[in-house]
């Protein structure tokens, strides 16, 4: 059986701020026309709602692995039909990212790595949590940035996958906003 996710989450800013953070951080660097790759949709969509209702044409694509929170999705498009120009966001496992269906992206954050993942991926060949960071860091664009939640349940577990990062892929350190960690892809 899939290793979905049996739970659906609401916005809890005291509890888990990344997407809101993140939110922040593109309109406080007037960020415009990005492509982003966000893991963990969250049943608020917040990232995707935001990003399509404050005029910046940042394109989100958004993989959630809670069916409530697809469900969500879906009712929130057939609502809003606009939010589906520039917001996609499908169900699936993150350990299965297949690159030959992934376009280039500017920015991906990778706010959940190392929380979710258990024995039960492993029983269908899923990817670990350093392949699907590579899969990603691979499809980020020369400058583009890949962003970590600094706290997440499984950062610290996370600190060995941004080593692999920045050895594999040349990835470094370039500061920091809130609670977010930015890694940056070499030039
Ligand atoms: C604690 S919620 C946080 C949601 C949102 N980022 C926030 O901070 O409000 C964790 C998110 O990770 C997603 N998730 C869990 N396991 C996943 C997997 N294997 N693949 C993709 N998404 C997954 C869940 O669907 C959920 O959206």
């Known amino acids: 059986m899939l290793n ?5 989450w609401g916005l809890d800013e005291r509890l888990c701020p990344c997407d809101v953070h993140f939110a922040e951080y593109l ?8 492509s982003i790759f966000h893991f963990g949709t969250g049943s608020h969509h917040i990232l995707g709602l935001r990003t399509a209702e404050n005029g910046s044409n940042n394109a989100v694509l958004g993989i959630t692995a809670s069916p409530g929170e697809y469900d969500a999705y879906i009712k929130l498009l057939i609502e809003k039909p606009r939010l589906g120009a520039t917001y996609k966001a499908y169900f ?11 376009p280039e ?19 269908y ?3 670990t949590d350093l392949e699907f960071t590579l899969v990603l ?10 962003h970590f939640y600094t706290g997440s ?6 600190l060995a996958v941004i080593e692999g990062l920045k050895a594999q892929r040349g990835f470094t350190d370039t500061g920091s906003f809130k609670t977010l960690r930015i890694l940056t892809k070499p030039r």
């Not at 309109?27 to 990005?34: L, M, T, Y």
């Not at 860091?137 to 890949?146: F, P, S």
């Open 125 to 127: 060949g899923a990817l």
């Open 4 to 8: 979905f996710w049996d739970a659906s």
């Open 27 to 34: 309109e406080e660097k007037g960020i415009k026309g990005a």
């Open 137 to 146: 860091a691979d499809r980020i664009r020369l400058g583009g940035e890949m």
């Open 105 to 123: 992206f500017d920015y991906v954050t990778n706010f959940h790595t190392c929380e979710f993942r258990t024995e039960k991926n492993d029983a």
């Open 92 to 102: 699936g496992d993150i350990y299965q990212l297949d690159p030959r269906l992934l």
């Open 153 to 158: 349940d499984g950062y610290k577990a996370t």
